[in-house]
């Protein structure tokens, strides 16, 4: 069974920079899709970024040109690296693998002056 285990969540004030980190372990055929998504309380979770078995990318509007999604294949391990981090950006953020499809066990961010 695929296991995917996050890391990196934290407080930090606007502006700041954060890096998220997962690592996916099992027995694991092939990458394919990978990215985060983060939830707020009483919102839906949204995609943040997805990075495609092939490498390419794509961003939720409102964080393009601030964060960016890459991978270490090697490794299988995705991250997403937050920069300019404002209090919207506040949520829990899950990593997801597309296949089989799991989901991390998530992790929170905060931004807060």
């Known amino acids: 069974q695929l296991q995917l285990v996050e890391s990196g969540g934290g407080l930090v004030q606007p502006g700041g920079s954060l890096r998220l980190s997962c690592a996916a372990s099992?027995?694991?055929?092939?990458?394919?899709?990978m990215g985060w998504y983060r939830q707020a309380p009483g919102k839906a979770r949204e995609l943040v970024a997805g990075?495609?078995?092939?490498?390419?990318?794509n961003y939720a509007g409102s964080v393009k040109g601030r964060f960016t999604i890459f991978r270490d294949n090697a490794k299988i391990t995705v991250y997403l690296q937050m920069n300019s981090l404002k209090p919207e950006d506040t949520a829990v953020y899950y990593c997801y693998f597309g296949a089989p499809e799991t989901w991390g066990q998530g992790t929170q961010v905060t931004v807060s002056p």
């Open positions: 990075i495609s078995g092939g490498g390419s990318t």
């Open positions: 099992g027995n694991i055929a092939e990458i394919n899709a």
